[in-house]
């Protein structure tokens, strides 16, 4: 069975390694060539070996089943994904904007409101927003960072250019998935290294423990810090592991931890109570703390919320700093950038119609088959509609959502997301990928070095979420010496 | 190097339901031989192997006849029934696998490879034809892992708390053994004077303990100087005054140990108070009921000051 790259054909994508016309990318080339001399089937041996790789090291992802929990291997694609230093060095700095100018608009929406007075953001969308926390107004985290670590989801369109598509600022997660995919390919294809010079990622967990220790409320030569973790059922329990260990932090669950009488929180060990400087919190806020969001919350600490406001305890992300990470909001986000900083975007942002306005609305309606609707609070890809891939109905369907409750709904022009070649069954052909890199704002502001590359395993597909069948690569930035 | 509560009770919980495994795994092996070597009559019926595990309530909720069969069933098929080997086989499992970060790799593979292997294959195991193998399988999988864990383990609290939970769960096992089993046969001394040591010395094989007797003590079994052995015997490791020493010397490393290690010490006056020959069946049966409660003290004791305290 041919297992070459002499059949490999782009599908009128961008290709993050060809050319339209079938030639290598300079950055590229290297590898493919590498990779195309390879014997028969030894490409599927090395896949066998990532397989392997990947077991032992215990990745796995829980996907939600009605029966139960269950680990999944997380899908790894072996060839990697390259991107010239050249070019990381503009994203890196636009995330970096972008993360400074988010963290600004969050700060001055808990607290004095100026953006929204001056009219540069209508006020509605923002307060009346369910991502607004009231019981968050008036806190002044320190160094004015809610959103210390975000997630921002990038994507390459046709015209060759990285767009950013959303911000994560949540409990953004898969940045683990970055760190073992290098692993792994340093595993299983050592060679390709002998050529490139590959910036590194592995000091992820200790840029992340600077991060967090920048924000101590006491000055200590090691703060205490911890993850706060819902605990195994959760889809990325692995992960949460997997940074406590790295950042040599211990993993908490809500019940290890308790707030006394002066706003202090400790956490329950063997040798009693040990206080706490930072959470990593890795559980939503909803669920934080029952004594201010849900009630029924059995995850939370009683009394997290009065110590953070407090200033007893630092807290990553901050409550309330979802506020930013809405899809109308993301409308806005280049307007933050020349607000707060007075600074054109770095960065492409893609072009949103919000369905609140007639206008925009009007526009969407008409145009539901050219577009992709999105609802404005929702992750993990779920109740979006492709408009080029839908049917009358789910059109129909969509069109009374909107007309329900436009403040829902945005819509955005269906991008050509790139493509790039991936091992399947036993040729390689081309699949959609986006790239996840993360921003850490703390004392410092940390990018990472490439991300986590996500790919729509399925033929055709556009949805890259492990939850809905997506896999991983590597991803490369490399220094260039075309 | 700090320790989280829950992770302190999580891996004593484990080394507590790897014990009970193993423990009820050799006891019904032991009970298993014996039933071939001696005559229907004199034998104890097989719900003495329901009431040393204390699971008469439990038996009730599966089946009426406490027959081979059934007791046999319960103990190693109903895994649903908390007194039964894959019941806590499950629970050990449960509890490594949130606690994998603290303990050995080897620990949860292996721990995981015997709850699948309690899975597969205890439904098949009831019949006299496999239930022997199945039941070593279990004792001897169970070694291996408590064996890695003696072997690997850091001596920090980790290696604290799984000790402490493996020697209190073998305490209670002995005291409930010897408790049951001592009044059955002491119910029938006489009228079957010929096999009398053939069931003390089923009651030390079920405590592991039939070979040190023997080498120790000599080769025959008799019911005085058994119960002292897997009472008193200092170089024993399954005997209490092992047991309890083990324990009080792995908690005194720990802060806040005070309440703790005064329960152990009542324990080991208790035990030092011990005069077996004095014993008839019912004092002795008085007197394992005050032992068993003051490890019932200890183990709240433990709970109290490590696992579930509010804030001070």
Redo the contacts between chains.
């Keep these: 069975m041919e297992q070459g790259w002499g059949d490999y054909k782009t599908t009128g994508f961008y290709d993050e390694l060809f050319t339209p016309k079938g030639k290598p990318r300079v950055a590229a080339r290297q590898a493919v060539n590498l990779l195309g001399r390879l014997p028969d089937g030894e490409l599927d041996a090395r896949r066998t070996a990532a397989e392997v790789a990947i077991r032992e090291m215990g990745i796995s992802f829980t996907v939600y089943t009605e029966g139960g929990n269950i680990d999944r291997a997380w899908p790894f694609d072996i060839i990697p994904r390259i991107i010239t230093e050249r070019e990381w060095r503009n994203v890196s700095r636009g995330l970096a904007q972008r993360s400074r100018a988010l963290n600004r608009f969050i700060d001055d929406i808990y607290n004095r409101q100026k953006i929204l007075a001056d009219g540069k953001v209508p006020a509605d969308i923002v307060l009346e927003s369910a991502n607004y926390k009231p019981a968050c107004a008036g806190a002044s985290p320190r160094f004015g960072v809610w959103a210390h670590i975000c997630g921002s989801d990038l994507i390459r369109n046709a015209d060759g250019k990285l767009y950013v598509l959303e911000d994560n600022l949540r409990v953004p997660s898969g940045v683990s998935y970055m760190l073992e995919n290098r692993e792994i390919t340093k595993r299983v294809l050592p060679e390709l290294f002998e050529n490139y010079s590959i910036l590194p990622v592995d000091d992820y967990p200790s840029q992340l423990y600077a991060t967090l220790s920048s924000l101590s409320p006491r000055e200590r030569k090691r703060p205490c810090v911890v993850v706060l973790t819902p605990?195994?059922y959760n889809s990325a329990y692995f992960e949460h592991?997997f940074l406590?260990?790295g950042m040599g932090a211990?993993?908490?669950?809500g019940?290890?931890l308790?707030v006394?009488d002066e706003d202090c929180v400790?956490?329950?060990?063997?040798?009693?109570?040990?206080r706490v400087d930072v959470i990593y919190r890795r559980i939503d806020e909803e669920f934080m703390d029952p004594e201010v969001f849900r009630e029924d919350s059995v995850l939370g600490v009683p009394g997290l919320m009065r110590a953070w406001r407090a200033g007893k305890v630092a807290i990553a992300n901050a409550p309330g700093a979802g506020v930013a990470d809405d899809k109308v909001v993301y409308a806005f986000v280049p307007e933050m950038i020349r607000y707060y900083l007075g600074e054109e975007p770095l960065l492409r942002s893609v072009p949103t119609y919000l369905c609140m306005y007639d206008k925009d609305r009007d526009y969407v309606l008409a145009h539901l088959d050219e577009l992709v609707v999105k609802p404005a609070n929702e992750s993990g890809g779920y109740g979006i509609m492709v408009g080029p891939h839908s049917d009358e109905a789910t059109r129909r369907r969509f069109a009374k959502l909107i007309e329900k409750n436009p403040r829902n709904y945005i819509a955005q022009p269906t991008l050509a997301l790139s493509t790039a070649p991936t091992f399947i069954d036993d040729s390689v052909q081309p699949r959609h990928l986006d790239l996840r890199p993360f921003i850490l704002q703390g004392r410092e502001t940390y990018v990472t070095a490439g991300g986590l590359t996500r790919v729509a395993m399925v033929k055709g597909s556009l949805v890259v979420n492990s939850s809905q069948g997506g896999g991983s690569k590597d991803t490369w930035i490399v220094e260039g010496k075309s | 190097m700090?320790?989280?509560?829950?992770v302190?009770e999580r891996v004593y919980w484990m080394a507590r339901y790897l014990e009970r495994a193993e423990n009820a795994a050799r006891l019904v092996d032991a009970y298993h031989h014996m039933v071939m070597d001696i005559p229907r009559s004199a034998q104890p019926g097989w719900d003495i192997l329901v009431r040393i595990l204390a699971a008469r309530p439990i038996f009730g909720e599966y089946f009426r006849v406490p027959n081979e069969q059934n007791v046999v069933k319960l103990l190693i098929a109903e895994s649903g029934a908390t007194c039964s080997i894959p019941y806590a086989v499950h629970a050990a499992r449960e509890n490594v696998?949130?606690t994998?970060?603290v303990l050995p790799d080897e620990v949860w593979e292996l721990v995981n490879e015997l709850h699948l292997y309690a899975r597969e294959h205890s439904g098949s195991s009831v019949g006299r034809r496999n239930r022997q193998q199945f039941l070593q399988e279990i004792v001897s999988r169970s070694q291996v892992i408590t064996g890695v864990l003696n072997s690997t383990l850091c001596r920090d609290?980790t290696y604290r708390?799984v000790k402490i939970g493996q020697l209190l769960e073998r305490a209670d096992m002995t005291t409930r053994i010897i408790d049951v089993g001592a009044a059955d046969i002491l119910d029938q001394e006489g009228a079957h004077q010929a096999i009398d040591h053939l069931l003390w010395g089923t009651l030390l094989k079920s405590l592991s303990a039939l070979g040190a007797y023997r080498r120790m003590i000599g080769p025959l079994v008799e019911k005085n100087a058994a119960v002292d052995f897997v009472f008193l015997e200092p170089a024993f490791p399954r005997s209490l005054a092992f047991c309890l020493r083990g324990i009080r010397e792995e908690l005194s490393p720990?802060?806040?140990h005070t309440q703790a290690v005064k329960m152990v010490d009542r324990a080991r006056r208790k035990l030092r108070r011990f005069e077996s020959g004095k014993y008839g069946r019912d004092e002795l049966h008085v007197y394992i009921d005050d032992l068993q409660v003051i490890l019932s003290q200890v183990h709240a004791a433990i709970s109290d000051t490590?696992f579930r305290?509010?804030?001070?």
């Design positions: 605990g195994i592991a406590a260990q211990e993993l908490v669950e019940s290890d308790l006394d400790y956490m329950r060990t063997v040798d009693g109570p040990i | 700090t320790m989280l509560s829950r302190a696998r949130t994998r970060d609290h708390f720990l802060s806040n490590w305290f509010d804030a001070r």
